[in-house]
């Protein structure tokens, strides 16, 4: 019976890890300085949302329910801002990446 606790409890402890989570938020480091920089960086008109983000670290705490609800951030711009968001969290400097054309028919 005292197994079977300990048991069910490591388990509900592993379950619920993920959400105690903190994120880190990168310091601006190189020519990012501020969000503009950044999003402008990235390229794809993700620029003209710069006004959104009122300080660096909302820029990194803002969740896609909140940019895609409040701000207003179509999902294809919203998408590339977060995954830019953390591959700058993991040391990648910010480009710009251009869209392939679309193949004439």
């Known amino acids: 019976m005292f197994t ?11 379950r619920f890890s993920h959400t105690e989570a903190t994120t880190a938020i990168p310091q601006p480091r190189g020519n990012i300085k501020e969000v503009e920089d950044f999003l402008k960086a990235i390229g794809r008109g993700c ?9 660096w670290e909302s820029l990194f705490t803002t969740n896609s329910r909140t940019m895609r609800n409040d701000f207003g951030i179509p999902t294809k711009q919203r998408k590339y801002i ?4 953390e591959l700058y969290k993991q040391g990648q400097e910010p480009c710009s990446i251009s869209l392939p054309s ?4």
């Open 47 to 55: 620029d003209e949302f710069a006004g959104k983000f009122e300080t």
């Open 82 to 85: 977060l995954s830019w968001r």
């Open 102 to 105: 679309p193949k004439k028919k």
């Open 4 to 14: 079977t606790t300990i048991r069910s409890l490591t388990i509900r402890g592993v």
